[in-house]
C-alpha cells in the first residue's frame, strides 16, 4: 500500500487559523471520504526531536488503497475545489509518494 507524505509551510499571509479551519471543517472530512483514501491526517509540527523549529509547519499523511484509483478521486469537480484552495495556502508543498518495505 502506498502512502503519500506531504510537507509544507504556509504562504505569507495565510493565517493558522484559517489553515487549520480549511483542514478541520473542509479538507480531512473530503478527503478521508474518498474511495481510495484508506486515512488522511493532518499533523502540525511540534520542533525537531533534538530540540529546534522544524522545518515544515505541517506533514499530511495520506494512506492510500490504491494510488491509481486515488487519480479518478481527484478529478472530480469537488476535489479541484479543495486542492485548489489548498495549493492556495501551502507554500511549495513536497509530495512524497512511499511503500512499505
Known amino acids: 500500500m502506498a502512502k503519500i507524505i506531504v510537507l509544507f509551510?504556509?504562504?505569507p499571509g495565510i493565517s493558522v487559523a484559517d489553515y487549520e479551519a480549511f483542514a478541520r471543517d473542509t479538507d480531512l472530512p473530503i478527503v478521508n471520504a474518498l474511495p481510495s483514501?484508506?486515512?488522511f491526517e493532518v499533523?502540525?509540527?511540534q520542533g525537531l526531536l533534538g530540540?529546534?523549529?522544524?522545518p515544515?509547519?505541517?506533514v499530511e499523511i495520506l494512506d492510500l488503497h490504491s494510488l491509481e484509483a486515488l487519480g479518478a478521486d481527484?478529478?472530480?469537480e469537488m476535489m479541484q475545489k479543495v486542492a485548489a484552495t489548498f495549493?492556495?495556502?501551502a507554500?511549495?508543498?513536497q509530495f512524497i509518494i512511499t511503500e512499505s518495505l
Open 9 to 11: 509551510n504556509l504562504k
Open 37 to 39: 483514501v484508506r486515512k
Open 43 to 45: 499533523l502540525r509540527s
Open 51 to 54: 530540540g529546534g523549529t522544524a
Open 56 to 58: 515544515y509547519q505541517y
Open 74 to 76: 481527484v478529478a472530480t
Open 87 to 89: 495549493q492556495s495556502m
Open 91 to 93: 507554500q511549495d508543498p
